[in-house]
């Protein structure tokens, strides 16, 4: 973690970490974004041992970030705004435990904005279905293993990075213009 007083601390998991890391080291106020796995209760999980869809772990993003250049709800936004939160165990054609949606909280108030949020987003209607998204306690967090890194920035002429990622990279850059750094 940063030694920086001043950066707070998100974790979301969205489905592929590959995907969801690249939209979030996009944000104005992101100091950091590391892949890594949460919600499981096998310690220090491998990215194998983890699609195997029994340890209990998810994908997840532990987020660093400058509140007062982007806040704790704007990421709610983006977060909500970039997958779908209503399909259980899975995101596009990635299916398993591992791609569920979760906010796992840090504190009461990340907790209290997630939950609020979510209320507000299923009496919208914003989406077709129910949100199925999980708000948890952050009880753990391990990184994922470096070739995970930059996956996006490093790999993205790969068909994968061509057929999900980049249409992710494409609605972030028309729906959150004003968050993205320069």
């Known amino acids: ?8 601390i998100a974790t979301f998991a969205n489905g592929c970490f590959w995907c969801t890391e690249a939209v979030f080291q996009q944000l104005k106020g992101v100091k950091k974004v590391t892949s890594g796995y ?3 209760h096998v310690v220090n999980p491998t990215y194998e041992q983890v699609c195997e869809k029994n340890t209990g772990h998810a994908e997840c993003l532990r987020i660093e970030y400058d509140p007062s250049e982007i806040t704790f709800d704007e990421l709610l936004e983006v977060y909500w705004g970039t997958h779908d939160p209503t399909t259980l165990n899975r995101q596009g054609n990635d299916e398993g435990p591992q791609y569920r949606s979760v906010i796992f909280y840090h504190n009461e108030e990340q907790k209290e904005k997630a939950e609020k949020y979510k209320e507000q987003l299923d009496k919208s209607g914003a989406f ?3 949100i199925v998204t ?12 470096n070739y995970h890194r930059d996956y996006y920035k490093n790999h993205s002429s790969q068909s994968y990075c ?7 990279m494409d609605k972030l850059k028309k729906v959150f213009a004003d ?3 320069k």
């Not at 973690?1 to 707070?8: D, T």
């Not at 999980?134 to 293993?145: G, R």
């Not at 061509?162 to 992710?168: A, E, G």
């Open 1 to 8: 973690m940063s030694e920086n007083k001043n950066i707070a």
């Open 38 to 40: 949460s919600g499981g």
């Open 128 to 130: 077709d279905s129910p």
């Open 134 to 145: 999980a708000i948890e306690p952050l009880t753990n967090f391990y990184e994922a293993e």
């Open 162 to 168: 061509y057929f999900v990622i980049k249409p992710k």
């Open 179 to 181: 968050k993205l750094k």
